[in-house]
């Protein structure tokens, strides 16, 4: 039986409380177009649970799943190995069903989990310290650039046009309610991103430049360089890592003098998930720990003298005035976490450098079968475990036949940027240890089918 309590006179009273006339003016917002005025068209009212697990099943069946077909997406998430010990570990009853470790008394293995966690983010971004994950890299990139507003009490942002575009939506969606003035510049098909364009634009007003490293198009921009100007300039620099495993090849960018670092998890212990739940990582110098949003677990003695673990330097809205609060984020992606410390535990520094050596090895070969087909250009001069091809067709079209040929190729820049036409031809490719040999070339085979 439904379970609706409240009554049209509690209703009513509700929303005289609120100053509105009906439940519809709470949805002003959503455009008449996006609002349904009935049931969906196509669904039936009711039907048996084994009905609908047999409808389920054959919708499922037109998926082609990452791991049944060679896979070489990428863009923003990735296909990694993960041991079947992960899995194993994390759904552990006290690990799946674990909430907000509110009391340390009875939660030290849930603290002490996200206090490893979080000394595994640092050390992997080259950070003083890091947070107990936010929701996933897109949001963790947003509360960075508010971060920064507060420490520098500035509002002029400048997005670097190798900026994952989802990332830049992401925080053009959350400036229109802050005030924050974002520049982000167009993204051009360059072989090395054009570093000194973005260092030129960096001005007395800026907050902070937001970089992708390794970006979008999967070049290597120069952060040094980029860092020195920001602070020379009294910016930050905040550094966007949406593939942390190629952290395990080039420099870490708190090394390289980025003071927010953010990103997504997802490629180490969290596999593709449709898109979802994912992981957001977040680290920063120490000096700005105060201004860091979400939650931080530290360590600490008891009454007796024995090391413990706690909630520390709150300073979400949950905790403090809601005027003075860093975010109002008040919940960790807490398996996810768990999930990329279990995966990182098990590889060590020594693994994840053989992890990424590996993925990268497999990118390489993979340009060069590509290279090797007519009218495709490796565009990268240089890269991780990720590059851009430029193709003699619209990559979308490209893409589409690869699939029907049980190929994932790779994701098209048409898709990405579906306003800028002049990206049309590009294709995003990304390679891991879970590359074989013949992936890359029935990849290669495809391609020249497709493409004749």
């Known amino acids: 039986m439904r379970y609706l309590p409240l009554s049209e006179a509690d209703r009513g009273a509700m929303l005289g409380v609120i100053g509105v006339d009906s439940v519809d003016d709470l949805f002003a917002d959503v455009p008449l177009a996006a609002r349904l005025s009935g049931p969906v068209e196509g669904l039936p009212d009711h039907a048996s649970e084994m009905a609908v697990e047999r409808h389920m099943a054959k919708l499922a069946g037109q998926n082609l799943a990452a791991g049944a077909a060679p896979f070489f997406l990428g863009a923003g998430a990735y296909r990694h190995h993960v041991p079947a010990s992960v899995d194993h570990l994390i759904q552990r009853g006290e690990f799946l069903t674990a909430y907000t470790p509110y009391q340390p008394e009875i939660a030290q293995g849930t603290l002490q989990v996200l206090f490893e966690f979080q000394t595994q983010v640092a050390r992997l971004f080259g950070t003083d310290v890091a947070n107990a994950s936010l929701y996933d890299g897109s949001t963790a990139c947003w509360e960075a650039i508010t971060m920064a507003g507060r420490i520098t009490r500035r509002g002029q942002v400048l997005l670097s046009a190798g900026l994952h575009p989802h990332y830049a939506s992401t925080a053009k969606t959350m400036a229109r309610f802050t005030g924050d003035t974002l520049h982000h510049t167009a993204l051009s098909l360059d072989a090395t991103p054009d570093d000194a364009a973005l260092i030129a634009a960096i001005d007395g007003e800026t907050s902070c430049v937001v970089v992708q490293y390794p970006d979008v198009l999967g070049r290597i921009p120069d952060l040094a360089a980029i860092a020195e100007a920001a602070h020379a300039k009294g910016a930050l620099l905040v550094a966007v890592v949406t593939e942390p495993v190629a952290l395990g090849l080039i420099e870490s960018p708190g090394a390289l003098g980025a003071d927010i670092v953010v990103g997504e998890g997802q490629s180490i212990g969290v596999g593709l998930q449709f898109g979802g739940p994912y992981l957001g ?172």
């Open 281 to 452: 990582l977040f680290g920063c110098r120490e000096k700005f720990v105060r201004q860091m949003p979400g939650r931080l677990c530290g360590e600490t003695v008891d009454a007796e003298g024995k090391r413990g673990f706690v909630l520390t330097l709150s300073t979400r809205e949950q905790h403090i005035r809601r005027e003075k609060a860093t975010s109002n984020i008040c919940t960790n992606s807490g398996l996810c976490a768990l999930a990329f410390s279990i995966h990182m535990s098990l590889l060590g520094g020594s693994g994840l450098a053989q992890m990424a050596s590996a993925s990268h090895a497999r990118a390489r070969e993979t340009a060069a079968r590509l290279a090797k087909v007519p009218g495709v250009s490796v565009l990268n001069r240089a890269y991780v475990n990720e590059f851009t091809v430029i193709l003699p067709q619209d990559a979308r079209t490209v893409v589409r036949a690869l699939a029907d040929r049980q190929v994932l190729g790779g994701v098209s820049l048409g898709r990405l940027y579906p306003d800028a036409p002049e990206l049309g031809h590009a294709l995003l490719v990304a390679a891991s240890e879970c590359t074989t040999a013949d992936d890359i070339e029935t990849l290669g085979r495809a391609l020249e089918e497709v493409l004749a």
